[in-house]
């Protein structure tokens, strides 16, 4: 994830387990240990702190920016996957627990069922939603009142999504497709584009008008244009091996790609892909 605040990219590290904090070129600035291996991580905010879901300990483990100072760890449910921040509210899935934690002031205020095996997790303005993966469907609920605004099927194998606006963008890693789902006035899927080769990850530029995607099955990562009713693909480039992990920096355009096979990270710029 990076944050335009700090200018800090934060990645996920296993074996030892923790994150790393980087700066803009990639160089080291801190490691921070934990007692879990983390999954997806998410901002609460500019300027942090990072949502750590250390699914190896079951706890959402807050990192503050940018002195890498760990503020808050809150047990959740079991294998926590990916974490949104809504206002005071942080909303953790839960991948083999099927709930979604709700996280308030330091402590799990409420839990509430989700599809499947939980994956991804986003926000749309006041809305949430959480993939099931196993399941096959996105949940979207309001953020206040936990009240489900309405689930859709999404695909062959979702496994993550983005918000974005009014829309929320869902990989179906199997279904070899990117999902435009419609939050208001109802849920419902209103676009699907091909995508061939395992999308995984996703980033959104919202000063371009940009989503990223990795794809994990070819190696490569594409960029999609979203100012219009449909994503138009503008780019697509080779990348570092099994690009789990992708996050944009909006002021400069810069992509940067986790590479999980050999546990290295690639910078790619707007002068890069021409």
């Keep these: 994830v990076f944050d335009g605040t700090t200018g800090l990219v934060v990645i ?21 240990d934990l007692d879990g291996a983390p999954r997806h991580l998410a901002l609460a905010g500019p300027g942090g702190p990072v949502l750590v879901p250390a699914e190896g300990s079951d706890q959402l483990v807050t990192v503050a920016l940018p002195d890498g100072r760990i503020e808050s760890v809150v047990p959740v449910g079991r294998n926590p996957h990916d974490a949104v921040a809504v206002g005071r509210r942080v909303y953790v899935g ?75 963008f869902v990989a179906d890693t199997n279904g070899d497709a990117v ?31 940009q989503l990223w995607i990795t794809l994990t099955a070819t190696n490569r990562v594409v960029g999609f244009d979203i100012s219009g009713a449909e994503p138009r693909p503008v780019a697509d480039f080779a990348s570092v091996r099994q690009p789990n992990s992708i996050a944009v920096d909006p002021e400069s ?19 890069d892909l021409g």
């Excluded at 996920?12 to 921070?32: A, E, K, N, Y």
């Excluded at 009240?147 to 993550?160: F, I, S």
């Excluded at 091909?194 to 530029?205: I, N, Q, S, T």
Aim: charged fraction near 25%.
């Design 12 to 32: 996920g590290l296993r074996s030892p387990d923790g994150v790393v904090l980087v700066d803009r070129d990639g160089q080291l600035v801190r490691r921070v």
């Design 94 to 168: 839960n991948e083999f627990a099927d709930s979604v934690s709700v996280v308030d002031d330091g402590k799990v205020v409420d839990e509430i069922p989700a599809p499947v095996q939980p994956g991804g997790i986003g926000a749309s303005g006041d809305a949430v939603a959480v993939v099931g993966v196993r399941g096959r469907q996105t949940k979207v609920f309001d953020a206040a009142s936990l009240d489900e605004l309405g689930t859709v099927v999404t695909g062959a194998g979702p496994t993550h999504l983005v918000g974005d606006q009014d829309r929320l």
């Design 179 to 209: 999902l435009v789902l419609s939050v208001a006035p109802e849920v419902g899927e209103i676009a699907r584009v091909e995508a061939p080769g395992a999308p995984y990850g996703m980033a959104v530029d919202p000063v371009r008008r």
């Design 253 to 271: 355009g810069t992509i940067y790609v986790a590479g999980t096979a050999d546990g290295v990270l690639q910078i790619v710029t707007p002068d």
